[in-house]
């Protein structure tokens, strides 16, 4: 079956030309701020929650980044460490205060 059709992200009752997808999500983004795009192709829409899970299955993924994959990934997944160096008493003025 050939079916030139695909359905929104955002609203599976949308049914769109394959060719207009991309312009379509970019109208209904608007409507649907919550969805995350994922790195590998703007067409999948999902809530954070569930991108990071997605990314590590996306379809596009090995299409896109055949070799740079794990590292994309690793960055998408890993804490970032330079936020605990925000939380260090050291860098916090207040604490500075606090201790006099
Ligand atoms: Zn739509
Ligand atoms: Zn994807």
Redesign the pocket.
């Known amino acids: 079956m050939d079916d030139p059709f695909v359905s ?1 992200p ?2 599976p009752s ?1 049914r ?1 030309p394959r060719s207009r997808i991309q312009a ?2 970019v109208k ?1 983004q608007k409507k649907h701020p919550t969805l995350a795009s994922c790195p590998y192709n703007a067409t999948h829409r999902l809530p954070q929650s569930e991108m990071t899970e997605h990314v590590q299955q996306c379809p596009s993924r090995s299409a896109i980044f055949p070799e740079h994959t794990p590292k994309v990934i690793a960055q998408l997944t890993s804490p970032r460490p330079i936020l605990q160096r925000e939380y260090l008493p050291e860098t916090d003025p207040n604490h500075e205060i606090w201790d006099d």
Do not use: N
Request: glycine share 0%.
């Open positions: 929104c955002y609203d949308h769109v379509h999500i209904c």
